[in-house]
């Protein structure tokens, strides 16, 4: 099993930044695409960007591409998530997911999830 512990989140105003984290820990091994998701209230949860373990190629939402950055340090086992320009719209709880197959942004596949970290941004 793999166990992810998200932190950093937070309140910031808008136009602020925020990196968010994400420790996995236990058969980190088995991991081969780190996501992030994010669920707004009364929203659907909805990927964000996601890395792949060893190649470090990238995937992002069209829409959040150029404001935000996933990165992985595979010597911590951890992904960040670096938000920049936040906007009212970006508050949400964010959710770090791991899979053990090629996932992308597809939610049913990521096998491991965190229990989500509130970013809340103010206008």
């Known amino acids: 099993q793999v166990q992810l512990v998200e932190s950093g989140g937070g309140l910031v105003q808008a136009g602020g930044s925020l990196r968010l984290s994400c420790a996995a820990s236990?058969?980190?091994?088995?991991?081969?695409?780190m996501g992030w998701f994010r669920q707004a209230p009364e929203k659907e949860r909805e990927f964000v960007t996601a890395i792949n373990w060893s190649g470090g190629s990238t995937l992002y939402t069209e829409s959040l591409k150029g404001r935000f950055t996933i990165s992985r340090d595979n010597a911590k086992n951890t992904a960040y998530l670096e938000m920049n320009s936040l906007k009212p719209e970006d508050t949400a709880v964010y959710y770090c997911?791991?899979?053990?197959?090629?996932?992308?942004?597809?939610?049913?596949?990521?096998?491991?999830w965190g229990q989500g970290t509130q970013v809340t941004v103010s206008s």
């Open positions: 997911a791991a899979s053990r197959f090629p996932a992308g942004r597809i939610r049913g596949v990521y096998d491991y």
């Open positions: 236990g058969r980190t091994f088995m991991i081969n695409t």
